[in-house]
């Protein structure tokens, strides 16, 4: 049967605020296990937490983003579960009035764009973070670093509209960059900064009931986004052709052993019994509050994505991949400032400089080559003073000595050689040593000019102007 | 509503209590009784009043974004039963 696939995402980011949502305490990652830690995110007895105004603000502003309403009134629960990864045994989250509802965001996927609801934006604590002695099955006890208990947390709850693993990823992506560019998280995926859970379900094509639905937790990067959902379409499949049933459970992607396994507990129904949180006074959000944000906010991907295409003649596709992050599109935006051609900017920060960054393991943010030095550089291919085949020599050094390209160049000897009275008697003299070479491309084999021209290179370390080269070669043969 | 022996079984679950089985019987009509006794205020007319959030008539009470010295870990984790290595130590959990 023709099953189609059904995602809905909830999406958790960590805000990027100093201090945590209810005290003072550090929101610093990395620190030294507990010593972000105060009475009120400990739990203890008597003490009274109080709101960080500015996890409210960041919460507006990515609910305006986001398309949201914004709630005028908003009340903070408890949330009641026993692990203890929070001292307290409930999470202070938001249950039925949060700060924003009934969204959307655009996600283009195959070149469609598409448009994916969401449900809800809360606000809500992070939880603290366990350490198992050995492996999770076999540990004796387990340790806990309450450091993390307590930073500001928004929970982004999307419509069941997402249709594949692909899909998913894409809305992911885009909740990311659109964070990033509001400037309220790092999300970092590697240091759980943004993290994301997936409900999913098969039903047959064509039909409307919703079939039932498993959770997938520890999908901790983009890829495991869809490598995890793309395994889990596979398993309902299977058990639906077989006869059998989805089970309504939680699991956990595997990322090593690439499957999902079930979390089975013995609480068969997650029973939280929210109750209003009576420590925090209810939010009234001032309508000129609200707009005032609104109006403050910063151009957004697609926005910037779609002045970049005007004001560039950008493909979509380039436009996409520069405006994803916003220190990327800046650093764009940068080079064009200084007069260098936009396909030329967009080709080299896709290019080099993207593969640079991955292989270091670096964002656009930490570049050793600045835009300014990347554009000196490139006024120089410009202006023919260097070959493009120099300029990513001349790219490498910049990377390693954090040095100008014009001092590079000339340091280094690495002017083109443009003047064809020098290149002329390199050529001659590449010509005399290799006659067979010679009779070859008089025979017809092209490919015998691309060994001369090498020839050539290497005499000159790369810097003689190849179309100089090519034309001063077929002239001298020519006159053989 | 009334309260059944199943459900006692399940809060004392989510609870981690542990009830002796020869009081489950006893609890459970106990909780009915309680339940019994604020069932009074159903009889209260609530048309057109707003669910309250809050005791209290305050809304907004906020503090700026701030760091504040934390605890000493020491004094952190001067009460926990067990600690290692400046983690609280508590019985493994498997559950994720």
């Known amino acids: 049967m023709d099953y189609e696939v059904v995602i809905g995402l909830e999406v958790h980011s960590e805000l990027k605020t100093h201090s945590k949502i209810f005290c003072g305490c550090s929101t610093q990652f990395g620190s030294e296990q507990n010593t972000n830690v105060c009475p009120v995110c400990l739990g203890m007895p008597g003490v009274l937490p109080v709101v960080n105004e500015k996890v409210v603000e960041f919460a507006v502003r990515a609910g305006l983003a986001l398309n949201c309403e914004i709630l005028p009134f908003s009340k903070f629960d408890r949330k009641n579960y026993y692990y203890p990864d929070l001292p307290k045994n409930y999470q202070t989250s938001q249950y039925d009035l949060p700060i924003a509802l009934n969204g959307y965001l655009d996600i283009e996927v195959g070149g469609e764009t598409k448009r994916i609801g969401i449900t809800r934006i809360h606000m809500e604590e992070d939880a603290g973070k366990l350490v198992h002695a050995g492996t999770i099955s076999n540990a004796d006890y387990t340790l806990v670093d309450y450091n993390r208990t307590g930073v500001p947390l928004i929970e982004i709850v999307s419509e069941p509209d997402l249709r594949s693993p692909e899909e998913a990823k894409a809305y992911l992506e885009k909740i990311k960059s659109i964070l990033e560019y509001l400037d309220v998280s790092d999300c970092k995926m590697e240091e759980g900064s943004l993290r994301c859970d997936a409900n999913i379900s098969l039903r047959p094509r064509g039909t409307e009931p919703f079939g039932t639905k498993s959770e997938i937790k520890n999908l901790n990067s983009f890829r495991a986004v869809q490598k995890g959902l793309e395994y889990e379409v596979e398993r309902q499949t299977d058990l639906l052709e077989e006869g059998g049933k989805v089970v309504q459970e939680t699991r956990s992607w595997d990322d090593a052993a690439g499957v999902t396994v079930s979390l089975r507990s013995k609480e068969q129904a997650h029973d939280y019994r929210y109750l209003p949180e009576p420590d925090l006074v209810p939010i009234v959000v001032d309508p000129s509050w609200v707009e005032e944000i609104r109006s403050n906010l910063p151009e957004l991907p697609d926005e910037r994505k779609k002045r970049m295409m005007e004001t560039h003649g950008l493909s979509s596709y380039d436009a996409s991949v520069l405006t994803a992050s916003r220190a990327q599109a800046e650093y764009f935006d940068a080079l064009t400032a200084q007069g260098v051609d936009a396909k030329a900017a967009a080709n080299w920060v896709m290019g080099e400089v993207a593969k640079h960054l991955n292989s270091n393991g670096l964002t656009i943010a930490q570049c050793p080559v600045s835009a300014e030095n990347l554009a000196g550089m490139l006024t120089l291919v410009d202006k023919g003073t260097i070959s493009h085949k120099i300029a990513k020599t001349v790219f490498e050094e910049m990377w390693t000595s954090g040095k100008a390209a014009e001092q590079i160049v000339r340091e280094k000897g690495l002017v083109q050689i443009s003047d064809s009275s020098a290149i002329i008697g390199i050529v001659d003299a590449v010509l005399a040593a290799n006659p067979q070479s010679v009779a070859d491309f008089q025979a017809g084999k092209e490919r015998a000019l691309g060994f001369l021209v090498g020839q050539i290179m290497k005499q000159t370390k790369g810097r003689a102007n190849p179309e100089m080269v090519n034309t001063l070669l077929k002239e001298r043969i020519g006159q053989m | ?96």
Request: charged residues 25%.
């Open chain 2, 1 to 96: 509503m009334k309260i059944t022996r199943k459900n006692v079984e399940d809060v004392a679950l989510l609870s981690r209590l542990e009830i002796p089985e020869e009081q489950i019987e006893t609890m459970t009509g106990q909780l009915n009784a309680i339940l019994e006794y604020v069932d009074v205020l159903n009889q209260l007319d609530t048309t057109g009043v707003e669910p309250t959030a809050h005791v209290l008539p305050l809304k907004n009470v906020m503090r700026a974004d701030v760091v504040v010295p934390s605890l000493p870990r020491d004094a952190a984790l001067a009460n926990a039963p067990e600690q290692e290595n400046g983690y609280f130590k508590v019985p493994k959990v498997t559950e994720g």
